[in-house]
């Protein structure tokens, strides 16, 4: 997916699995991609992700971006053999951020209290416990 928003629409390298913030320092969500200089938020979905508590959970997900003045689009299983209609939404996502550019509420930068976890070192630093409580679903 990144490569596809880098390569093939040409656009800003994106952070990857970064944590976001509202402006009172709660974490909104951490998106597989973010366009820091549009808002734009892209996710993607595969098989997992199309029933039940994990639907659910991913279009909670999407409101609260959205209600924090975020575009969002997503990638699913079936853009992986055609990017075509994918590339479509992501530029169009991006032209409707720049195009409206509602008031920023939001952002990259972490609270005081926050533990990073973006980096190999900083995962490999957390304690144990922190470990099972931070990357419980996934690889350290």
Same mark, same amino acid.
């Not at 969002?72 to 053999?81: E, G, L, N, Q």
């Not at 980096?119 to 490999?124: A, D, F, L, S, Y």
């Given at each position: ?72 689009? @997503?990638? %699913?299983?079936?853009? /992986? *053999?055609?990017? #075509?209609?994918?590339? !479509? ?7 409707? +951020? ?18 990073? @976890?973006? %980096?190999?070192?900083? /995962? *490999?630093?957390? #304690?144990?416990?922190? !470990? ?7 690889? +350290?």
């Amino acid at each position: 997916m990144r490569l596809h928003w880098q390569l093939d629409l040409g656009l800003p390298h994106p952070l990857c699995n970064h944590p976001i913030f509202d402006l009172a320092g709660n974490h909104i969500g951490t998106p597989d991609l973010l366009d820091v200089e549009a808002g734009v938020v892209g996710e993607y979905d595969g098989g997992l992700h199309l029933a039940g508590e994990r639907r659910a959970g991913d279009i909670q997900r999407e409101s609260l971006f959205r209600r924090s003045g975020l575009e969002y689009v @997503t990638m %699913t299983s079936i853009d /992986r *053999r055609d990017p #075509t209609r994918f590339l !479509r939404r992501t530029q169009e996502a991006r032209e409707r +951020a720049l195009r409206f550019r509602p008031e920023r509420r939001w952002t990259v930068d972490p609270p005081n209290w926050w533990t990073p @976890t973006v %980096t190999v070192e900083q /995962r *490999r630093s957390l #304690t144990a416990a922190q !470990r099972e409580r931070f990357l419980k679903n996934r690889a +350290a």
